[in-house]
């Protein structure tokens, strides 16, 4: 519960933060907005930042971690094949793309694979081939092709993918309000909302037929329950089969186990199998950027030489890593693994239900979110708390109203409950801090 007594409590940045946070003030562009933490190195589910203080990880950089930081089987792997070779590109061939390729297409009964750099740029990938077949297979004249996705959704911030997510006077200046990458039903110009199946079920019905592709993350947790999201994920699936309109998971966030299944789809049913399948971040153990899009011949086959591809794709260190940080998930079972931390956090978390300042508690195996009640008056938001999380040693990613979380499988139990009781003292003591909490006003000072 929130103290009755006001004591006038500060938070301040070390000497070494402050002057990092000045100098990427100054001289960087771009990037996100998080918490001001200079993190320098990290092992399995904690990190040290430039002072060495110890931080639990609660973000696993975005799930691109789920192995955790610095898995020795990884760091192996890879300084194997540093020592070999670490760039081997599309200039010529190299020997372990092929083998790895079919490795890739047998396990996930797949006929053809193609590689990319970022989750973004697989994303982009799968809708770019989605076109291309809707207009030599589907004989949809080009200009007239759309690919849908939902509201809320996020596919990178590329050019090609920025488009497919919510409109904003930010993505208009850039000129970047496409009317055939969109999550608007044409016609009436209004959101195709995610959960609400009605939307896309009107908007399929008169459109099919120029339809390219829907692109979705099957599972989210942003908001509706899970029940909701099954139901909403699996009805957009359907409808894509009744239309005969091909159907693309990005896997790129909530892929890699981190849901309690290897993909989210996987929670849709049994009979589930995306048209095209995007893959990246904790494939490979976010240890290499590399990225993945899977499918059948009679839609991959559309795509030729120079038409697809980048210096740094299917390289042999983007390749090692990927095979190792598949082995490391089989082998510690991280599928299970992430359905019992979830259960666990769920058990932690059971009394922050009743707390004035928490509105739910959302979990899907390995990642979390808590929205927040806040409160304008008490100067409680997402981000100071947040930001008192990280003065405590706990590194989370604080939004408009909810606490984004989701922690590398690797966490013990010991972890998981130190991190809950460093957000439940957050939440308690928020209002006690009349001065700014460092990263609360990132968004604004700079």
């Known amino acids: 519960m929130a103290s009755t007594v006001v004591q006038r409590k500060q938070v301040v940045l070390s000497k070494a933060s402050q002057r990092l946070l000045d100098i990427e003030a100054q001289h960087t562009v771009g990037g996100f907005t998080p918490l001001p933490g200079f993190m320098d190195r990290g092992k399995g589910a904690k990190l040290w930042d430039v002072d060495g203080k110890e ?28 020592n070999k070779a670490y760039l081997i590109n599309t200039s010529t061939h190299n020997t372990r793309w092929p083998v790895f390729a079919e490795m890739m297409c047998t396990r996930f009964g797949y006929d053809n694979i193609s590689a990319m750099v970022t989750g973004a740029e697989g994303a982009d990938l799968a809708c770019k081939i989605a076109r291309r077949h809707a207009h030599e297979i589907r004989s949809i004249p080009p200009t007239e092709v759309l690919i849908l996705a939902v509201s809320d959704s996020y596919h990178g911030l590329s050019s090609g993918v920025w488009n497919l997510q919510d409109p904003s006077p930010v993505r208009t200046a850039y000129g970047l309000d496409s009317v055939q990458h969109t999550n608007l039903n044409p016609s009436t110009n209004k959101l195709l909302r995610y959960g609400h199946l009605e939307d896309m079920e009107a908007c399929l019905q008169e459109h099919h037929a120029r339809v390219g592709a829907v692109i979705m993350e099957c599972i989210r947790n942003t908001g509706n329950t899970y029940e909701e999201e099954v139901s909403f994920s699996r009805g957009v699936y359907d409808l894509c089969k009744k239309y005969n309109i091909p159907f693309i998971a990005d896997e790129v966030r909530m892929g890699s186990c981190k849901t309690g299944k290897f993909f989210s789809f996987h929670h849709l049913g049994p009979d589930v199998r995306p048209d095209l399948l995007v893959m990246g971040k904790s494939m490979t153990g976010g240890a290499y950027p590399a990225s993945f899009v899977l499918g059948d011949q009679d839609i991959m086959s559309v795509v030729g030489p120079y038409e697809s591809g980048s210096t740094f794709a299917h390289t042999p260190m983007a390749i090692a890593a990927a095979e190792v940080a598949l082995k490391v998930l089989d082998e510690e079972n991280m599928a299970e693994r992430a359905n019992q931390i979830g259960e666990k956090f769920l058990e932690l978390t059971s009394d922050l239900r009743r707390h004035p300042y928490v509105a739910d508690i959302q979990v899907r195996g390995a990642d979390f979110s808590i929205p927040i009640r806040e409160n304008a008056a008490e100067r409680v938001t997402a981000r100071r708390i947040g930001g008192l999380c990280l003065s405590k040693g706990l590194l989370l990613y604080p939004l408009d109203g909810r606490l984004r979380m989701g922690v590398s499988m690797v966490m013990t139990d010991q972890e998981l409950e130190k991190g809950v009781q460093i957000i439940r003292a957050a939440l308690d003591e928020v209002v006690d801090y009349l001065d700014p909490i460092p990263g609360e006003l990132w968004h604004k000072a700079h």
């Not at 639990?56 to 094949?81: R, T, W, Y």
């Open 55 to 82: 931080y639990l990880d609660f973000i696993c950089m975005f799930s691109a971690c789920n192995q955790g930081h610095c898995h020795p089987k990884i760091v192996a792997a890879l300084v194997e094949q540093l």
